[in-house]
Each structure stands twice: as C-alpha cells, then as structure tokens.
C-alpha cells in the first residue's frame, strides 16, 4: 500500500509569502493529484500530474517521479488561499482502485 | 455544469435507523468512489465502482454497502448505522481511459456531515 506523506502539517504564513508544501509517496504510481478543501468542507482538483511541472495562476506544481516527490507552490500568497491542501496518489500499473490521501497541509495566510 | 452532487449535506440520525446518501455525477464518468474524511486520518476510501453494476471494497468498507445500477448514481447505504461511523462523507468521480485505467482529474462532491448519536 501506498503511502503517502505531506509536510508541513500546519503553515502559517504573511500575505505575499512564497508557500510551499510537500508531498512524498513510497511506490510507483500512475499520477498524483494536488487538492483544495476551503472551511465548510467542499474539495476541489486543483492539479493532476504525472511528470514536469504545470501551473495555473499563481499555483505551481512540480512532480520527480524518480524521487517520488511533489511540492506545490504559491506565489504571491493571499488570504483568500486559506485553506488545507492535499496530495492523493493513484496506484500505476492499472487497476481503478481509487487515490490514497494525505492527511493534508492546514494552510493559513495572515493579512 | 461537471458537477459530483451529493445528498443531504447534513445528516444527524440514531443508531441503528438505516440510511442513504445519494450521489449523481453528470459527467459520464465509469468510475466512482466513496471516501470518509476524518480527523488525524485524512481520507480513506470505503468503496469504489468502476463501471455499473461493478463494485468493490476500499480500505473501510464495514457497516456499508454500496450499488451501482445505473452509471451516473453511486448510493452509500449504512444499514444499520453506528456512532464510529460519524464522520464527514465525499462521493469522487473520474473518467477510465482505454486501454488501461488511468488516472484523470477526479471532481467531489459537497460532502455529507454524518452525526450518528
């Protein structure tokens, strides 16, 4: 079984700042997902990614498949970006037996 | 709209009554799953399907059951609910890519907030 580690845990940070928030996973896989879930619970896909970069906005993520890592980052952080951010890894080598999760990063950018 | 919707958001019930959460995706979508969120835990999921008619377990599948009749409904059944199985509910969705599975960008819905007192 995958697993699947996002650090930090919690970050608190300045309007502006630069954020980055990690995630690690142990065996090989078919992609990995970045996800948003703001206060009051709805989750949504931000990223989907299985090699090199891609950026949307201001949100930038980067996947090494070799060192089985990914970080995403935020420029220019606002509060509006508030909110917990998670990595999900789906299983390579086929078989649609869903994502494994991690246990997210709780993201708070202060005005 | 692509839209994963789920019902209720909000649920509080009494041991052992037995319920459903609903949750339709107008997408098309062949693969659907459910997943419980809870604190320190994260995510974890309880059971997926991957066309209809073609289900199976996750990682925490007791004390629920699941159909799949037709492709865009993937009900969560608690037969007889209890007080463990409190926690918040997500319903995903995702499209199967031929020839192999593979992953493509998965949508969730709302969330269902489980109380079971």
């Known amino acids: 079984k995958n697993e699947v580690e996002q650090s930090p845990q919690n970050l608190t940070a300045q309007e502006g700042e630069f954020i980055t928030i990690n995630c690690s996973y142990s065996v090989g896989i078919s992609a990995l997902h970045w996800l948003q879930q703001h206060p009051g619970g709805g989750i949504v896909s931000l990223f989907m990614l299985s090699s090199g970069k891609k950026k949307h906005g201001r949100l930038i993520a980067t996947i090494n498949i070799q060192e089985k890592h990914s970080s995403l980052h935020i420029t220019a952080s606002h509060p509006r970006d508030s909110a917990v951010y998670i990595c999900?890894?789906?299983?390579?080598?086929?078989?649609?037996?869903?994502?494994?999760f991690g246990k997210g990063t709780h993201l708070i950018i202060q005005p | 709209e692509a839209q994963v919707t789920q019902n209720p958001r909000y649920l509080i019930t009494v041991t052992g009554k037995k319920l459903t959460v609903t949750c339709s995706q107008n997408?098309?979508?062949?693969?659907m799953s459910w997943y419980r969120q809870d604190p320190g835990l994260g995510l974890r999921q309880i059971y997926y399907s991957m066309n209809v008619e073609v289900t199976d377990k996750g990682d925490v599948p007791e004390g629920y059951k699941v159909s799949r009749k037709e492709k865009r409904n993937f009900p969560l059944i608690l037969e007889s609910p209890s007080p463990n199985q409190t926690s918040l509910y997500f319903c995903?969705?995702?499209?199967?890519?031929?020839?192999?599975?593979?992953?493509?960008?998965?949508?969730f819905g709302q969330g269902t907030r489980l109380t079971v007192v």
């Open positions: 995903a969705s995702t499209r199967r890519l031929a020839p192999r599975w593979m992953n493509t960008e998965a949508f």
């Open positions: 997408m098309n979508h062949e693969y």
């Open positions: 999900a890894v789906g299983r390579s080598g086929g078989g649609a037996d869903g994502l494994t």
